[in-house]
């Protein structure tokens, strides 16, 4: 493997990539399937920033899981 392949790939380094995705899939499982970006500036946002930064978070969030609604029904 070539040294930086995950941030080539994934925009951050694997930990935290697969950091964020742990936090979409808990938060998904309480929300009815939806995450809620709100959650990173709220009470529990400083528990995660420890752990992964809100910037990295919502990065990755954008880069690869955020699409339109145009998108998902091929309109």
Known sequence: MVPGWDTELFGCPLPNYV???QLLRGCALFNAGRFDPAIVDGPDGAKFNRAIS???VLSVIERRFATDVAS???R
């Open 19 to 21: 950091g964020t995705t």
């Open 54 to 56: 809100r910037e990295t």
């Open 72 to 74: 998902v029904s091929g």
